[in-house]
């Protein structure tokens, strides 16, 4: 397992490198405008934003979260607000980039202790990685 300078450092490398992006991006039959940080695929976003049945207004809180794209998808069709969390300042300092909205929050923190009250998300999912 990486700890957040070897994230860092990855998520840097593949930032400065758009082709690839697009290998990911055309693999797993994304759009443009979601950044992928593993190997889900569209259909497979489709499928978590089903399963986690979100209301518009509702929190999803993404556990490692990387550079946002996917739980940025999913926020967006369901209507959630969305907290990003990563232990990554680089895939955070993305992700907030990426943001379009200002239903969604991203956070470097220590997950060991998130800080996060009881009963302030309505869900939390990492997606898989």
Request: charged content about 15%.
């Amino acid at each position: 397992m990486q700890d957040a300078p070897g994230f860092n450092a990855w998520h840097a490398d593949v930032a400065k490198s758009p082709a690839c992006g697009l290998i990911f991006k055309q693999a797993l039959g994304l759009p443009p405008e979601v950044v992928s940080n593993s190997l889900l695929t569209w259909a497979g976003i489709a499928e978590v934003a089903a399963a986690l049945r979100l209301a518009p207004g509702q929190v999803l809180v993404d556990l490692a979260c990387g550079r946002g794209g996917y739980g940025r998808e999913i926020a967006r069709r369901t209507g959630a607000r969305l907290v990003g969390l990563d232990f990554s300042a680089v895939a955070v300092t993305i992700a907030a980039r990426g943001a379009r909205h200002g239903h969604a929050q991203f956070c470097v923190v220590d997950f060991t202790a998130l800080g996060l009250r009881d009963h302030s998300a309505t869900a939390a999912t990492p997606v898989p990685r």
